[in-house]
């Protein structure tokens, strides 16, 4: 199966480094990263946003799409970063399963990752792997993120847009588990953005089992920082966001 291509960049005065390789999270298209990639371009930093398969509003067959496409189009972005730059991979919420497949396969390429209030994943570890269905619509969990905070922060024009806009998640990619074999991952150099929880928390989870935080201990070069809003800085606080994306990047 072919990919597309990167669909919205944004150059900054032919500088290539550093590269940034968003990646949205759940239901979610390049088009959540529109407030956030000019405030990079303004910083001089040059990034990329990306529609992973299955979550364009108009695709035919979104129950056909694996874990496996979404590695796939992380890896076609990653190899469509200019030579020599420093390539930082960003991935928000759910996007960390397939960040971290692509990030175990390209160590060597990758100079930096950045979870966005997420974090990377264990080897065998599936989102939802008792999921039933093509896919998994926002309506789903919407309610439960309303009252657990999530949404803090977003305007009611924000959240009109997100319930307009978002599309379900494909069911197969949240059923598949992921395989890592590098070792070496956690050797990369990682900042884990802490928004919904503190980073505080997020090392009180992790140390209670929490399963999607399981693989955070092993990271041997992880820094947390705390960006306090909801779980979706890219519309809540664009602007904080932007500048620690663009403070990482330049290492």
Known sequence: MAFPTPDQTV????????YLVLVPGFWLGAWAWDDVLPLLR?????AVALTLPGLEPDHPDRGSVTLEDHVRAIEEALAAAPEGARVVLVA????AVPATAALDRHVDEIDR????????????FAMNPDLDGDGYPLSAQWDEEMEGGSMRGLTEEQLRTFQERAVPQPGAALRDAVRLTDDRRHDVPATLVATAFSAEDYRSYAEQGAGFLAALPDYRRLEMVDLPTGHW???SEPERLAQLLADVARG
């Open 113 to 124: 990752v950045v979870w966005v209030d997420t974090a990377p994943a264990r080897d065998g």
């Open 92 to 95: 928000h919420s759910g996007a």
């Open 42 to 46: 303004d910083r001089g930093v040059d």
């Open 11 to 18: 150059p900054a005065g032919g500088s290539t480094r550093p």
């Open 233 to 235: 800085p890219m519309w």
